[in-house]
Each structure stands twice: as C-alpha cells, then as structure tokens.
C-alpha cells in the first residue's frame, strides 16, 4: 500500500469526497463476513497509487474508503449490500453526510465564583443532555475521535503501533480491515473468518521495511493476529504504571489489551516465530486464551472421557454416570461453560468454531484470569488496569486528547469490562456482596505479612487510607497518629464501626424483639472504589512519559460521570438491568461453580501427578476445595506447557477412550471418588498443619536470636471436618460410612467412634501441651488409622491388585500416607507404643496394644495378616517404616523392662527386638517388599557379616543387580569378623580444614579453603572459600587425588586433569529418558488406557511401582506373585533392549544418544514448537556432553545403571554419587610406562558447550546459587525429596524459558586432530569428617563399581590412611 495515500501523524484524516455514497460492504468475498460502513468511491477520487489494472474480467471491482479506518481497498461490486438500510443504518448514513458542527463554548472571561460555578453547572447539565438525546449522534463523534486516532501511521495502514520492553526505536505495525464501529459498541466482538486478502495484508505488512518482531494482541476490528502465549502470564504480573514504555504510538483500545514485552525474547526469535505463525494461519483469539484452554482441555477430559465415567448403585441395579452432575449437586456452570470453548484438535475448524456463541468468549477469558488471580475479591479497578485499559501513547493527537481530557479510549474499554460483568453475573458465574455484613466483613478485613521480618497490615481489598476514608463516611474515622498507634492490631475496624453505630430511623424504631440493624455501608465501599477506578482512568488519560499525574477533583468527576454512563449502556439491555441497575464495584466467582471448577481440576492434576506425587508441595493439586485456600499459587501443567515452560513429550500416549470398560474405568463406583475427595480434603489438611508446623518452629527459633519478639507465633490452619472435637469426628465417620458400598449399621458406628476416642484419650496424658497444629496431625492420623482398620475388615477395595500405579487416586492409600507422616510427631512425644502400633497398621494391617515378653511370636503372627498392605505404600516407604518399627519397638520395651524391673540391675534384654528382626528379614527379602538397602540395615542390628546373615535367604534384587555381599578374597576373613561387615568402596583420604564461622549455624554448610588459585579470581588465595563437593573437584583435576596406594593406581593409568559436575546423577538421569525410556515405550506399548490419565505426564505411572511380591494364599506351601510393575510388566521388551546396549561400542554409544535426541528435534513442526519444549533445549544444548559422558561410562555400565532404575526408579532415583568426572586423552597405541607422556584432550576445543571459556567464567559468577538450587526438573514423576515426609521450604525454582533457539550440534566423533579419543568417567561420593554412606548409596556404588569406576572421596582435619 502507497504511504502517499495514508494520512500522516499529525494531520487530518482525509475527508470523502461530495460524490461518495455512503454504502455497507463486506470485507471480505465470503458471505459470512462483516458488513462495515464505507464510502463508494469514483474513479476520479482514487490516488493513482491505489489504483489496481483490471484482470480478465469474471468480477466487477469498485473502489471504497472505510469510515473506521479511511484506508482505500478494491472490493467486488456484489460485496455491496444491495438491501434496504435499517434505521439506525439510515441514521448513520445520515450523520456521515452531514457536516457537524461543534457548538461554541462559553468563554469564563472574569466571572465571579457564584457565576463560575453556575457556569460549570450548565456546562454538566449541557452535556448529560447531549448525550441523553443524542445517543447516536455522540457516538459517532466518539467513533471520529478514536478513527483520528487509530487512523496515524506509516506506509503500511497501520492502525496499531506497539513498543517493546524500553527499546526507543520506534517499530512497525500490522494493517486490519476496518469495522462497524457502532455495532462494535452496541454488540459483543465477534470472531471473523480470515481470508486470502487478510493474508496478502499481513504479508505485506511482513515485508515492509519497518519489521514488527512481536505483536500485540490486536482485535478492535474483529481480526485477531497470534500472540507468543508468554505475554499472557505477563499480563497478570504488569502493573499499571506503564510510563516507563518509551513508545512514540498509539495502542488499540482494547479489552484484555497484551503487553508488547518481553525482555528475555530476542528480536531475532520473535520474528522467525511470527513468520512462521502467519505462514500456519495461526489466529489469537479469546477463545484461544492460554488461560481459557487449559481449564477447558481439563473439563472436557474429565467430564467426556471414559476413564472418568463409573456406576452408581440403585438398589439391586447401577447406571452409568459421570462423577460430577447436576443431580449430584453439582454447580456444573463454570464447568460447561469452558467444556463449550475447548478447541480439539482432531476436530474441524468449522465444527469448533460452531459449538458455542462467540460472544461470550471475551466474558470467559476474563473469568479464566480471575480464577488464577489470588482474590477471592477483585475490584474492577484492579480488573480495568489489567486487562482492559488502553495502554500511554505520547503522539501529537494522543497530547491534544490528554489537554482536552477526552475519555474517547477509555469509554469502549469501560463498556467491554461492564458488559462482561454483566454477562458473567447472568450466566451465574460472579457476585457481588449479598449483603451489608458481608460487604462490612470484605471491607475491614486486614492480613498481617510475614514479609520483611516483621508484621504488616494489609487490606484485602481496601487500602489503609481507602479504609480511613470509609470510616470517615461511617462517622468513625480516626486521625493518623491513631491510626499509627493501631496497626498491629488485624480487627475489622469497618464491621465494628458498622455494629456500634445506629442510624437514626434504627435507634428510635428499635426494640427489644427486633436484631440490633447494621450501619449501611455498601454504598461508601462503592463511592471509595469507584473513584478509585476514575482516578485510575483519569491518571492514564493526562500521564505523559516518565511523569505521574495526580488528576484533579473536578477530572475525576467528569469520569465518574462517564463510567456511570457506560455502565448503564452496558446493562440496558440486559437481563440484570432490572435487578443491577447500580454499579457495582467490587466481584468475586461465585462459590458453587468456583467449587466444582476446583474439584475438577484438583481430580485432573492429582490423576497426573502420579504415584510419585502423594502430598501436597504447595504447587500441585493437593489442595482443599471446602476452604479458599492458596489457588493462586498452584502450577496448572497445561498452562506450563502453553507458555513453553514445561514440555511433555509423552503426551501422544495419551489417547481418549470414549468406550466404557471396567478395564477403563478408574473408579468403578461413585462412592469411590466420594471417598477419594475425601482423602484429598484430609491430605490438604495435614499437609497445611506440617507446614504450619515448620513455620512456627521457625519463627520461635527465630525470635530466639533476634530482639524483635513481635512476629506471630501462631499459624492457623483450617480444620475442615472439625476433627479437633468429638462431634465433628462423629460426623466424619458417619460421612465415610455412608460411602461405602454396604453401609454398616449404628453399632459399628458407635464401636468404631469408641476406639478413636480411647487413643485420643492418650494423647491428653502428654505432660506437654500441644499446639493447634500437632494437635490435628496427631488427631487425624489416629482417625486415618481406625477407619483404614475398619476398611480391611469390610469392603477394603482390591482395585490396586490389578493397577497398583493407581495407588494415588485410592482412598486406603491416602489414609496410608497420612498416618505413616503422623509417625515423627508421636516419636518426638515418646508415644513409642502409639507409634509402633501406626507403622504394625500400615505395614501388615495389625496394631499393637502393649509389649510382653513374647512379643516376636506376637508381631511374626501378624506379618501374614494382610498382605495387600503392600499395594498401599512403595518399596522404599515400607523399608523406612520397617526400620522405625524396629527403633520405636526398642525404645517401647526399653521403657516397659525399666518399669518391670526398676530395682535391680540386670541388663536389658533386647533378644526379643533381635527375634523380630530376623523375622522380618527373612519374609521382606524373600518377597522383595523392601529394598535391599533396607535389608542391609535389618542385617546391620543382627551384629553379624552380611554374607552369613544372607546365607540361605533368597533376595531377586541382589541377584538381577548383581550386588556384592562383601569384597573379602578368602573365607577365612570373613569368619574371622566377630561383628557386622559388608561390601565397602575404594576410599580417598584427603586434609580439609574448615574456615571457622564467626557465628554458630545449624545446618550451614562448611567451607575449606582451596589449594589452587584462580588467575580469574580477583581475591586473595586464602579467602578464596570452597564447599565441600568443589574443594573434591580441584583435587581430582589436580592430581593429588585418587591416592597412590590404591589398586587402580598402577603408572599406566595417568592422574589428574579430570572435569566434572556436582548434580547427583542429573546426566545418568537424562541418559536414561532419552536412551531408555522412549525406546521401552515404543518397543512395548502402552496396554492399560489409565497408566496414561493426562496428556502433561513426565513419566508412565507404573514407572513409581517397583519390583515386589505379594504371598499367595496357598496354606500348603509359601508362593508369590508377582506386582504389575515397569519392570515386570515390560522385562522382555528391558532385558532385549540392556542386552543390546551393553554390547554397543564408544562411537556407537555417541551416535546413539545423537540419534534420540534428533529424532525429536525433527518431530517438531516448526521452530516455535521446538523452543516450548524445554526438556529439548536442555539436551540440544549439552549434546556432545552427553554423548562423551555416554561413550567414557560404556554401554555395560549404563545397562546396569538403567536396569536398576527400572527395577525401582522411586527407589534408585536418588543416592546417586554426588560427583561425576570425565576427561578425554589421546589413545596411545603403545604402553610406554611413563605417565607424562599421556596428551589429554582440550574438551573447550573438542566438545565446546559448557567447557568453552566464556561459559565457565559464567558459571563461575553463579555457582553457590548453582550449587544450592534443586535438581527436580531430571527426575521422572516425582520430586528430589518425594519420600522424605515433610518436604516443605524446598526452593523450588521455576525453569528460566529460554529465549533464543539453539542451533543444532554436529554429531561427536571420537577423533580430535587425526588421533583416536578415549574418554574416562568416574563417579565420586564425597563426604566429611563426621558424615558417612547411606544404604542406598552403598548400593549404588557397588552397581556402578562392577563396569565403571566409583570411590569415595573422604575428608578429615587429618590425613589418615585407609
């Protein structure tokens, strides 16, 4: 398009010519599109610049200058609407071809002040009836103003003009086809159909010479451009001072406006992005909203899927229902609501675009952002300046409008945010107060924060001087330095001022039978806010760059009148005008639909989570929905994965199932899923009170060291069964009983109420009070364990036996969980008994009352009772609980032969504990219930060498993992031992010296002092200050470690020069999802519909399900069989594939891992896929590391590795050794025995990547917080700490979006200068002076020590010989 046709800034829009008929034409040649307003234009009256040569014929063209816009565009003749104009189209023909003129305004002159405010009077009753009776007309001078505005731009018809982050340099924009303005103010914005003109504009747009690399969302005349889903989070998070935006145009005033920034993106990226996004035909549109799409994925999922769907019982019959319906009670609003908007796509265009009105689509994006906000009470102030206000522009027409103080930009953003509160108060999805108490309550209601290190008031939803201001109109305001006085103090001071104050038609008509009334107070809260929106909008419209204005009263007014006007526009025609007819200032989602939003999503993110995500980490859906609570800070994986900061690319296992089965069905009853929703209330619970808990330790510790004494001490937490007293745990059992298939009668009821009392009654023995907190985890756990022991006598459910990856979804194991966390707490209380008798239930299904002398032949009667207890919790949970079992039952018999025998002196017997343990060693190693770790440390309490203690005892783990009993060459040794002796790694002493700390610590880690200095290093050598881990590291590459008495130090092996990594088998981990896992799931498919429940899953379920046993019930001889889990499931498809790879060669293995990682690159359609798929930038990224570290470990040693993490990937996913060393020398074809002739490989020169000198001295400047920073984003399904019971205060840290798409790397070729490479690997365990191995870690390094090489790397104050 010619840039001498278009009007430039500064001047005035063109005017039609006297010959132009105003005409309505479509924009486009389909017959669906929009008809907009236009002039037809002659021949004579069109630039040469626009003129077009005619083609062969088929169409007659005429030329057309839109009203909105004045751009000129060919159009075909038939594109005219040839019917007859409506009224108000004739009204509007009539006001575009008369000439308007603006009255003139009264001059001020010298005036006195009566005169000037009668002045001031008539101007406002002027303009109220201006636009009384000329409604049309002063929209379309509306329509004008904004025309003139949006109309300046440069050579491409830009009307929309966005600046990004502070970049001064002004950008280019993108050409719409114009609109019918007033059918845009009086309806909804409606989708439109892009067509082939709509793509020859965007193209040209493209192309110019003034390239936009990022667009903004643009809308205003029904075309929509895409927008990189990333600024949507931002939007959420920018605040409303935009001054700081160096842009020299004009925004489009629009609802929900996008912020046109990102710094992190760069401009190359951006455009490649948006290149390939108008080449797709990709569109923005509302409906399309991150926000919108990943509630709607997760409804449809839920309530179309046939894994969702179960049987509800009537009677002697049962139907098929959904787990969530009307008939239910269910408020299914929201929920259909986001169901109608869900774009599949396997589905049409066409078929999608159909399935719902296109007019509430804005209204539901404006839902889906407040159901993420923090809330529960919104002002539309706050809604206004989020997403709906036009963003500062400061060009010559934007300054006259700001010395005019027009509200032009504004009117139709007020008027779209009113008509999407009305439309969703309609739909019954948002609120506003019921009632003067509740409006009092919200108002007054102040929280203290914890920030800072001190106590801070807060409003909710009122600001401490907005209050001041209602109090005032209350007539109970206070003067500052009371205020001052009474900030610590959290009362509400509005709803006490509201119930101590009468009106006076109150206090005389008041009487003894009638309630004391409360002082209104809605309409003061409306006044507050509402000129808080005005000031809002007052200050967008007269704020210039870099400035703040501070609007005057007389501006705010006129806005405030202008609001009011919107308003009423908005609900005219309205079905709530005649209930809303005042505006309201403040909303909030309705609660009833909110709830089963909630419930579904919660059900849809635990169902992902997995076995390996059995409690609440403040993020996931562990969450309560009969509470508030914190949803704003949940972590929606579809949301993630929109915005590209988390991939799945396990997702095509996921297929719908729209067939019934009970195979496919998760719950096979509704009373089923009742019950888990119950579980989940309670695991929200106590996951509250835990970290409440810590939170209170934490604070008490720390006003022990501070003088501030201020901080609160006392964390409440929502007891939402009222389970703290009697009758609220009546009420529960009656609750869980009623869920059963077979209810029980009242006597059952009443027997098992009694024995929950009886153990609560112990817990008012403790001589120490308890807090609130441990009160409810203690008082929950006791219920969890009678219900759970009422459930193994009744109607246990035996659905896991089948799938026990499902164990999360189950209500038994839920119960399960929740006791095994109470265990500590009852520990530190010395309630050893109560605690034996949680860890008997949730291991065998048996209790214990009290300890006697035959107390082994007690406990091994039970060990049978119930074995599907194993279905309940994991290998690596019940090999923990074993060994607190035994700790608790030593100190519970400690305590009962002290009181047997207080007067004399004989020493304990603990013969008993001994007999039990040897028991239990027995029956878990044969039936591989626990892992060998476990078994490791059973056999350490029998005081005797391992070898022996296993002689005759059969263990599948030891065997398929081949590990080492012991490493002693002779028997003769081994019966020489008198104590406990086992399998022990090669070891290095170092000397290490901690740098002493000025203040005493808990928990802070030790610094030592480094031996080598730093050229790089502006400080002194001797304040150069190294953990323990980088201190391990520079010995090694230094080649003072390993020592020179070990085996393996022979002069052919050379030292030194070694490089490495402290991220606890971070690489392993990834080597085993990108060689292991793919190819498992494609050799052997995906069998069972629910090991796959959500289309965001790291990991198949049945991967959390370990290798075990259960006995069979055959009372002639002892048999097993076997769990359904990874490795069983799939052992032909894993053995075939560790067979093949163990006999792969180095170069082998480095295209190996080259292949797999391609193979994905390639799977992506286009680079803006890729660049969402983080897990892949990752691994682009570090490539050739990977495939080096893949050929130094060899395909035998990480076959091993890999069977062990399929064998029980929960189990031998952590423990990992700390270190992992490489390093590359040149392969030496002839042995010299001199080790200084052995050359080692640049890995700068030859790998590049992460060894590169610029990347190491980044590193440098980041490596405490590297060091410090969780690994969780390499483990599959489950979390760095899933097993540790109180995981709280994790630093959890969100994965930085990367912003430039890396370049594919060559493939690594073990040659480097014509000379054969061979890389070494080793991993090394580190640990202090006073710190020693864990079981598992034991394990670990006796797997990887059969075919690599693993040490331990020992410091001491000392040296010390091995």
Request: net charge neutral; with cysteine.
């Amino acid at each position: 398009m010619d840039s001498a046709s278009e009007p430039k800034f500064g001047q005035k829009k063109r005017k039609a010519s006297s010959s132009a008929t105003f005409v309505w034409a479509r924009d486009g040649n389909h017959e669906s599109a929009t008809e907009h307003a236009a002039y037809l234009l002659q021949m004579s009256d069109v630039p040469p610049a626009k003129l077009i040569p005619e083609d062969d014929g088929t169409y007659e063209y005429v030329y057309v200058r839109w009203c909105s816009t004045g751009t000129i565009s060919r159009i075909r003749r038939n594109n005219i609407s040839s019917e007859a104009l409506s009224p108000r189209r004739c009204r509007r023909a009539a006001a575009a071809t008369t000439t308007q003129k603006s009255p003139k305004s009264k001059g001020r002159l010298s005036l006195s002040k009566k005169q000037r405010q009668h002045w001031r009077d008539q101007q406002q009753k002027d303009r109220r009836n201006e636009e009384d009776r000329g409604g049309e007309i002063c929209q379309d001078n509306q329509v004008q103003k904004r025309q003139k505005s949006g109309n300046e731009n440069e050579s491409n018809s830009v009307e929309h003009v966005c600046s990004i982050g502070t970049r001064s340099s002004q950008i280019g924009s993108i050409s719409v086809l114009p609109c019918n303005p007033l059918e845009e103010r009086r309806k909804y914005p409606l989708k439109q159909n892009q067509d082939k003109e709509i793509d020859k504009v965007t193209l040209r747009s493209r192309n110019s010479t003034s390239t936009l690399p990022y667009s903004p969302l643009i809308q205003k005349s029904g075309v929509s451009l895409e927008t990189d889903p990333h600024l949507e989070q931002q939007t959420d998070n920018k605040q409303k001072d935009d001054t700081a935006m160096q842009s020299t145009t004009t925004i489009s005033v629009l609802p929900c406006n996008k912020v046109a920034q990102e710094k992190d993106v760069s401009i190359e990226t951006k455009h490649r992005v948006e290149q390939q996004n108008a080449k797709a035909g990709h569109s923005y549109t509302y409906r399309s909203s991150a926000y919108v799409q990943h509630l709607a994925e997760a409804c449809n999922i839920i309530m179309t899927d046939a894994r969702w769907c179960t049987f509800k019982k009537a009677g002697n019959s049962s139907r098929e229902v959904s787990l969530f319906s009307w008939e239910e009670g269910d408020d299914l609003s929201a929920v259909k609501a986001f169901m109608s908007m869900y774009e599949d796509k396997t589905k049409d265009e066409a078929v999608k675009q159909n399935n719902i009105e296109d007019d509430i689509e804005r209204s539901m994006n404006l839902y889906s952002r407040i159901y993420h906000r923090k809330g529960p009470w919104l002002d539309l102030a706050d809604l206004y300046i989020r997403y709906y206000a036009p963003k500062v522009s400061n060009n010559t027409e934007m300054e006259t409008e700001r010395s005019k103080l027009s509200f032009s930009n504004h009117q139709a953003a007020l008027q779209s945010l009113f008509v999407d509160v009305v439309r969703l108060q309609s739909m019954g999805l948002v609120r506003s107060f019921d009632s003067e108490y509740e409006c009092g309550t919200v108002a007054g209601q102040v929280t203290m924060s914890q920030s800072g290190g001190g106590g801070m008031k807060r409003g909710v939803i009122l600001s401490a001087e907005e209050r001041r201001e209602v109090l005032r109109m209350l007539g109970g305001g206070k003067s500052p330095k009371s205020a001052a006085v009474t900030q610590s103090d959290c009362t509400n001071e509005v709803l006490a001022q509201m119930q101590s104050q009468k009106t006076l038609i109150s206090a005389f008509a008041a009487t003894k039978k009638k309630k004391a009334s409360l002082l209104p107070v809605r309409k003061h809260v409306d006044k507050v806010l509402l000129r808080k929106l005005a000031n809002k909008v007052v200050s967008l419209t007269k704020s210039k760059e870099g400035q703040v204005y501070t609007p005057k009263k007389a501006e705010v007014d006129m806005a405030l009148k202008m609001i009011e006007s919107e308003w009423r526009d908005a609900t005219r025609d309205s079905p709530m005008h005649q209930h809303q007819s005042t505006l309201v200032s403040t909303i909030r989602l309705r609660e009833a639909p909110l709830q089963t939003l909630r419930r579904v999503m919660r059900l849809f993110l635990c169902a992902g989570g997995g076995p390996g995500s059995m409690r609440g980490d403040g993020t996931n859906g562990w969450r309560s929905c009969l509470s508030e609570g914190d949803w704003h800070k949940v972590e929606y994986p579809g949301l993630n994965s929109r915005f590209g900061f988390e991939a799945y690319p396990l997702q095509k296992y996921f297929v719908a199932t729209p067939e019934q089965t009970s195979f496919t069905r998760v719950f096979q009853t509704l009373n089923e899923f009742r019950l888990f929703e119950i579980g989940a209330e309670l695991r929200s619970s106590i996951d509250q009170a835990i970290d409440a808990y810590e939170t209170e330790k934490m604070i008490s510790r720390r006003n022990q060291k501070s003088t501030d004494k201020d901080q609160p001490h006392v964390v409440s937490v929502v007891d939402v069964y009222h389970l703290l007293t009697k009758d609220g745990r009546c009420k529960f059992v009656r609750k869980v009983l009623t869920c059963l298939d077979d209810p029980n009668n009242e006597l059952e009821l009443l027997a098992l109420r009694d024995k929950i009392e009886d153990d609560i009654q112990q817990l008012n023995t403790i001589t120490d009070s308890l807090t609130e907190n441990e009160s409810l985890i203690l008082v929950t756990s006791i219920v969890c364990r009678w219900v759970l022991r009422f459930r193994l006598g009744s109607s246990f459910s035996l659905s896991l036996r089948s799938r026990p990856w499902l164990r999360h979804l189950s209500f038994d194991a839920v119960l399960t969980y929740i006791t095994w966390d109470a265990v500590p707490f009852l520990e530190k209380r010395d309630m050893y008994v109560m605690a034996s008798s949680s860890l008997m239930m949730i291991l065998f299904g048996a209790e214990v009352q009290s300890l006697c002398s035959g107390i082994p032949d007690f406990l091994s009667s039970q060990l049978r009772s119930c074995q599907y207890m194993q279905y309940l919790l994991p290998r690596r949970n019940r090999g923990k609980a074993i060994e607190r079992l035994l700790i608790d039952l030593t100190h519970a018999h400690r305590k009962a032969q002290k009181k047997e025998q207080s007067n004399k002196t004989t020493p304990l017997d603990l013969s008993p504990i001994q007999g039990f343990c040897r028991l239990l060693l027995g029956s878990t190693s044969a039936s591989c219930s626990i892992p060998f770790s476990s078994i490791r440390n059973l056999a350490r309490r029998l005081k005797a060498p391992l070898i022996k203690t296993m002689d005759g005892i059969s263990n599948d783990e030891m065997k398929l993992l081949k590990i080492r009993l012991d490493n002693a060459s002779s028997s003769d040794e081994i019966e020489s031992c008198s104590g406990y002796r086992d399998w022990s790694p090669e070891t290095d002493v170092a000397v290490a010296n901690a740098i002493p700390n000025d203040r005493d610590e808990l928990g802070k880690r030790c610094a030592f002092v480094g031996w080598e200095s730093n050229d790089n290093d502006s400080r002194p050598e001797t304040t150069r200050s190294l953990n323990v881990e980088e201190l391990a590291l520079e010995m090694y590459h230094s080649a003072r470690l390993p020592n020179t008495n070990d085996k393996n130090s022979s002069s052919n092996v050379p030292k030194g020069n070694w490089e490495g990594w402290h991220n606890e088998g971070g690489h392993l981990r990834k080597l085993f999802r990108l060689l292991f896992l793919q190819t498992i799931l494609e050799f052997a498919s995906v069998d069972d519909p629910t090991i796959f429940l959500s289309p965001y899953q790291h990991s198949p379920h049945d991967l959390h399900v370990g290798f075990q046993k259960v006995e069979s019930d055959n009372h002639d001889r002892i048999t097993f069989s076997l769990i359904h889990g990874f490795y069983e499931r799939r052992r032909d498809g894993v053995e075939t594939f560790l067979s093949k790879l163990s006999h792969q060669t180095d170069q082998s293995m480095c295209d190996l891992v080259y292949d797999s990682v391609k193979a994905r690159w390639d799977s992506h359609a286009n680079d803006e896929s890729r660049m969402k798929d983080v897990n892949l930038l990752g691994d682009v990224a570090e490539l050739r590391t990977l495939s080096m570290i893949a050929a130094g470990l060899g395909g035998r040693a990480l076959s091993s590795m890999f069977r062990a993490l399929a064998f029980d990937y929960r189990h031998y996913s952590g423990g990992l050794p700390d270190l992992l060393l490489a390093r590359a020398r040149y392969h030496q074809t002839c042995t010299s025995g001199d080790n200084e002739d052995t050359q080692f490989v640049d890995l700068g020169e030859w790998i590049g990547e992460a060894f590169c000198k610029d990347y190491v001295e980044e590193e440098n400047l980041n490596r405490s917080i590297r060091m410090l920073a969780d690994k969780d984003d390499d483990f599959l399904g489950c979390s760095k700490n899933v097993d540790s019971g109180q995981n709280k205060f994790s630093s959890k840290k969100k994965r930085q979006k990367i912003s430039v798409l890396p370049t594919f790397p060559s493939k690594l070729e073990l040659v480097h200068h014509e000379k054969q490479v061979v890389v070494d690997c080793m991993f090394i365990e580190v640990k202090s002076a006073n710190d020693r191995l864990d079981a598992r870690q034991e394990d670990w390094l006796n797997i990887i020590d059969m075919c690599a090489g693993a040490r331990v790397c020992k410091f001491g104050s000392k040296k010390q010989s091995k």
